[in-house]
Structure formats: structure tokens, C-alpha cells
């Protein structure tokens, strides 16, 4: 268990703080690694200084000296650990290595939504400045015309959605048969909302003699099989026992009647003054409802079209997605409510709140959700609304990052309803609804024996 968490009065106001510039803290040790001991030429090492890396992260460290020796590596990271560069120049130096053969897609990267695509594909541009690698991003609910005339001029690196990918091979203008390395990023995810048959088809595409590199921040079975089925004798390179953590974000959760919860994110808001948060909400419906709530109080207290809540998932156009994302990326949107599709791997450095609104469903949805905050380092602060009938999932989710999130409570805030009052419960109280507290379950019955049986607490 980690050390206790200093009271919340002496916590340090997080509005009051101003977000620090590009500072990588969480990197290899000062003493660690460095870009120049990982075996990459004087070309990329020129492009990493371009664009202002000093030192690598562990996962980048641990990764590219393996990747680049062109063995198939499977990389375990939870988000935030600078796993896009670890595949990203690892490409770049095969790319540098071997000129130009036949013309051709010589690296393909999939990823599991079109922002990520985006990202991805920044990340790619940042790196191989000075270079005349070329990558294009390709994926859903953008016009296609636009997409298949870049890939017309041979980039020879593509990132894209598995089903767009696919959609591209078929009408021939994606080719894949001078492909030399693929890298599935994020492959639990792509695997958790439904690719498997379009990845697996792309894969069957790729040439044998490939390399393929694997990043997730889980390997549930799932993943594992795609491994064995589609790699050659992988190396599973594990960092997320050190990292699962979250260490440099305080996490909190309230106790709160599902009828209370908006009431509660007003007030949350309003103490915390967040530079930038993201609001998680499971549904999309629940999303829009949220955002329209706090659209309808921001337009209140503002000049009528200054509104600074934006919201974003699956159901919305591609156009209005990505003038989202790049209005919340400028900072001009301050607060995102968002479902967990598009929330993951978002990279945003302004984000000092996490909210979540909802319980995430899965619990590795919690770890990527909270990880939007505290990239690389920088503070963060993530905040879990709890109703009672979800205290064991909460449990679930501490005993994944092997930390309790801390209770917290907002002052004057009554977090149930009346008949909490008649039951004579103060706000949080575990028989706050009116019932008799839920027995706990044996730890080891959920969690299967011998662990956690210490962090197995309260029924809320
Ligand atoms: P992950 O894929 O593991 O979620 P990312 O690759 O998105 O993480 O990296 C998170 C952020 O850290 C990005 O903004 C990226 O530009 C930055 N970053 C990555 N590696 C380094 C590094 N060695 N030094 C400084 N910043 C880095
Ligand atoms: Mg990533």
C-alpha cells in the first residue's frame, strides 16, 4: 500500500497552481538511460532533440533498443508513459536504416479511434522533422476522397482505425505488401470495442516476414492470443506493475445519490476551479445530458456564446470531433465531458481534473481515464462519484491500482436526499438510503484468494 496521502485541508488548491510547462519528470532515472545509449543513429537522435525530449521514459528506454533490433515485442504500459515514441522511433530508424524499396507502405499503426489516429500521427510529424518520412492518418467519418489522395502519394508511414484501414485495402489504395513493421497501439482497447475480425484481417495481409510491435496497458487474454496467433515469438516487455499506480495523482471519491450527483459536479467545479477537466460519463446520452447542464450554466454566467463545456463521443460527427479536440487541445474548452472511447489516450497537458461522473464499467477503463491527467509527471487530481449501490466496484478499482482512493466531501454539499435525512445518515454514510448497509463480501470470493482482504472496506 502506498503512504497515506496528506489530509485534504493541506492539500495545495490546484487552481491556484499554474500548470508547468513541458517538463518531463517521470523519466528514466537522472542517472538512467539516455537517448544516446539506445542504440538509435545521429539522425533520429537529432530528431528527438528537435522535438525537445532529454531524457527517455522507462517504457522508451526498455522498448527501443528491442524493437530496433527488428524482433517482435509486445510492450505493457498504463497510458501516459510515452509509449507513442517508443514505437514511433523504432520506424523512423528502420525507415532511416533502409532507403526507399518498391513504393509501398513501409509501417502501418492501428489504433482504436480517430482521435488517437490524430495523435498518433502529431507525434509521428514531431519526430521525423528533418526526415522525409511521411505519414498519413486514415479513419472514420471524414470523406475519404481527401484520405485517399495523400495515400496516392506514397507516405511511407499510414495510422488509422482497423475498419477505415480495411476499407482502404479493399478499394486498393492501401497496399500492404511492402510492409515492414505494424504496431497495434493500444490493442486491449482496439480488441475491448469489437476490431478483432478487421485486425485480424489486416494482419493476414501483412506480409510474414514483418515485425510486428504490441502496446496495451492490459494483456487479458485476449491480447494474449493475438500475440501468439500473430507474432513470432514475441518479447513481452512488463512496466505496468510499476507504473499501474498512478503515482502522481491524488485520487478521491464521494459518496453521492444518483439525483445528486449533477448538484455535486456544480459544487466540485466551483472549489476546485479545474484549468481543465474532462467529465466521464458511461453512456452517451448521459454525456449529452451532463453537458447540456453545464452548458446551459455556463451560457448563465457568460456572455450568451461563450461557452467554454464542450462534449464529445462516439455519436457525433467526425467534423465536429476533431473541433472539439483541438479547441480543448488550445485550452479554449475547459471542460469535456466525455465516454470512455473517446476519453483514452487523449493527451492534453492542460488537464489538472479528472471527473468521474459515472463508475467506469471496467476497471482498466478507470486507469485510462485517470491517466488523461498527470501526464508525464505533472500533478494531477481525479475524482470518482460513488453511488451506494457501487461501493464493491470502487473496491475493484483500488485493488487494481493497489491504492484507496480517499474519501472526500464538500462542505454544506447533503449528497442524499431526504429520506437520507429521515434515516438520520449524515451525506456518505453507508445506510444513507434509507436501507440497512450491504455486507461486504469476502475480498477473496471477488478477488479470488489471498489479495487484497486489507483494502476490502466499507459498503458505501
Ligand atoms: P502513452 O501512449 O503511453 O499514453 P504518449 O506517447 O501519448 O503516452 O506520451 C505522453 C506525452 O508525453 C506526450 O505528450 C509526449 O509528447 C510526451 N513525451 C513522450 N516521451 C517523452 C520524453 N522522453 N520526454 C518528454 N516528453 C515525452
Ligand atoms: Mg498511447
Same mark, same amino acid.
Given at each position: 500500500?502506498?503512504?497515506?496521502r ?104 492501428l489504433?482504436?479511434?480517430?482521435e ?67 504496431t ?9 470495442i ?40 514475441p ?10 499506480? /498512478?503515482?502522481?495523482i %491524488?485520487q478521491?471519491?464521494? =459518496? ?7 448538484e &455535486? +459536479? $456544480? #459544487? ?78 487523449i ?13 467506469p ?24 462519484? /460513488?453511488?451506494?449501490? %457501487?461501493?464493491?466496484?470502487? =473496491? ?7 491504492? &484507496? +482512493? $480517499? #474519501? ?36 477473496a ?16
Open positions: 500500500m502506498s503512504s497515506e496528506a489530509p485534504q485541508s493541506k492539500r495545495p488548491l490546484r487552481s491556484a497552481k499554474p500548470v508547468k510547462a513541458a517538463a518531463p519528470v517521470q523519466l528514466a532515472d537522472s542517472d538512467g538511460p539516455l537517448f544516446d545509449d539506445l542504440g538509435l543513429s545521429e539522425a533520429t537522435l537529432e530528431a528527438v532533440r528537435q522535438a525537445g525530449y532529454t531524457q527517455p521514459t522507462p517504457v522508451q528506454a526498455g522498448l527501443i533498443p528491442r524493437a530496433i533490433t527488428g524482433i517482435d515485442v509486445l510492450g505493457q504500459a498504463r497510458t501516459g508513459t510515452g509509449k507513442t515514441a517508443s514505437f514511433v522511433l523504432p520506424i523512423l530508424e528502420q525507415m532511416a536504416k533502409k532507403p526507399q524499396g518498391p513504393a509501398g507502405v513501409r509501417a502501418l499503426v489504433v482504436p479511434t480517430r488517437l489516429a490524430v495523435q498518433v500521427r502529431d507525434e509521428f510529424e514531431k519526430l521525423a522533422q528533418g526526415s522525409n518520412v511521411h505519414c498519413v492518418a486514415v479513419y472514420g467519418g471524414k470523406p475519404i476522397k481527401s484520405q485517399i489522395d495523400k495515400l496516392a502519394r506514397h507516405p511511407q508511414v499510414v495510422v488509422g482505425t482497423p475498419g477505415r484501414v480495411l476499407d482502404h485495402m479493399s478499394r486498393g489504395t492501401l497496399e500492404l505488401r511492402a510492409l515492414e513493421i505494424i497495434l497501439d493500444e490493442a486491449d482497447r482496439m480488441l475491448d469489437g476490431f478483432r475480425p478487421d485486425i485480424e484481417k489486416i494482419l493476414r495481409h501483412c506480409p510474414q516476414s514483418r515485425q510486428t510491435l504490441l502496446l496495451s496497458a492490459t494483456v487479458p487474454p485476449p491480447v494474449a492470443r493475438l500475440a501468439t496467433r500473430y507474432m513470432r515469438d518479447e513481452i516487455l512488463d512496466f505496468s506493475s510499476r507504473e499501474i499506480a /498512478v503515482e502522481t %491524488e478521491f471519491y464521494f =459518496t453521492v445519490d444518483p439525483t445528486k450527483k449533477f &455535486l +459536479l $456544480q #459544487r466540485l467545479l466551483e472549489r476546485e476551479q479545474p484549468q481543465q477537466a474532462i467529465v466521464f460519463c458511461r453512456t452517451k446520452r448521459g454525456t449529452d445530458k451532463v453537458y447540456e447542464k453545464l452548458a446551459r450554466r455556463s451560457r448563465r454566467s457568460r456572455d450568451a456564446d461563450e461557452v467554454d463545456v464542450a462534449c464529445i463521443h462516439g455519436d457525433l460527427a467526425q467534423g465536429l470531433r476533431d473541433r472539439v479536440m483541438k479547441q480543448f487541445r488550445e485550452g479554449k474548452v475547459r471542460l469535456l465531458v466525455a465516454t470512455d472511447v473517446v476519453g483514452r489516450g493527451d492534453v497537458s492542460g488537464i489538472s481534473h479528472i471527473v468521474n461522473y459515472d463508475v464499467e471496467f476497471c482498466d477503463d478507470y486507469v485510462h481515464r485517470v491517466g488523461r491527467t498527470g501526464r508525464m509527471g505533472r500533478d494531477g487530481v481525479a475524482y470518482t462519484f /460513488v453511488t451506494p449501490e %457501487e461501493g464493491p466496484q470502487l =473496491t475493484r478499482i483500488e485493488v487494481r491500482i493497489d491504492k &484507496l +482512493l $480517499q #474519501r472526500d466531501e464538500i462542505d454544506g454539499f447533503v449528497a442524499f436526499d431526504h429520506r437520507a435525512e429521515k434515516s438520520n445518515a449524515t451525506p456518505g454514510q453507508t445506510h444513507a438510503t434509507g436501507e440497512e448497509p450491504a455486507k461486504p463480501k469476502p475480498a470470493k471477488l478477488l479470488g484468494k489471498g489479495r487484497g482482504a486489507k483494502r476490502f472496506r466499507r459498503a458505501l
